[in-house]
């Protein structure tokens, strides 16, 4: 079915081309929704949330973009949001075990399996992934959306509403750090 014609029949509600939608593009979210957050129970939720609001705010899509760009964005905020709250709660829970008996730190494994990332071996994909985890929001979207789902540069720009030469800079600063911190962590360990 044509893109246009499909996202008429959604927005009228249809059943048939929401499920269109979801079979068509389930995968392109849900690998974007763990690239940035790195669980898989996570990337889960918050694709069906990302759904859910795409036939919610349907009405307000203006094709000024493609429809796989504005369901990037939607994915992409839904997951930052996610990773906010989780933080948040993160850090209140640490607080609270600097005052309980347990105060040990542990460092643990990601708990997903990425389909755009084949390694051998998993505790390397965990440093990788933990390096990730560390860049800031920007950088860790642009890098995402470039190294694990394949956008182009300009694609980037587009999802993320940015210039050209500010997604070069991000994964230039991305890319950056990464080395930075990874030959920290081989030259440590």
Not at 26 to 52: C, H, K, P, R, S
Not at 53 to 80: D, G, H, N, V
Request: avoid cysteine.
């Amino acid at each position: 079915m044509d893109e246009q014609i499909l996202i008429e029949k959604l927005k009228q509600g249809d059943e048939a081309a929401f499920r269109q939608v979801v079979e068509t593009w389930q995968n392109m979210v849900y690998n974007t929704a763990i690239g940035i957050l790195q669980n898989a129970e996570d990337a889960e939720d918050v694709a069906q949330e990302v759904f859910v609001q795409a036939f919610e705010s349907i009405k307000t899509f203006k094709a000024e973009s493609k429809f796989s760009t504005w369901l990037y964005r939607i994915t992409i905020s839904k997951s930052l949001d996610h990773l906010r709250r989780k933080k948040r709660k993160k850090r209140f829970a640490y607080v609270q075990s600097l005052f309980g008996a347990d105060n040990q730190t542990i460092i643990e494994k990601p708990d997903f399996h990425h389909p755009g990332v084949i390694l051998d071996n998993k505790e390397r994909a965990s440093v990788l992934f933990k390096a990730i985890d560390r860049l800031p929001e920007n950088q860790k979207t642009a890098f995402t959306l470039h190294k694990l789902e394949g956008l182009s540069y300009q694609e980037i720009s587009e999802v993320m509403k940015t210039t050209l030469s500010s997604v070069e800079s991000l994964m230039h600063r991305a890319k950056n750090n990464l080395k930075k911190w990874l030959a920290e962590h081989y030259e440590s360990g």
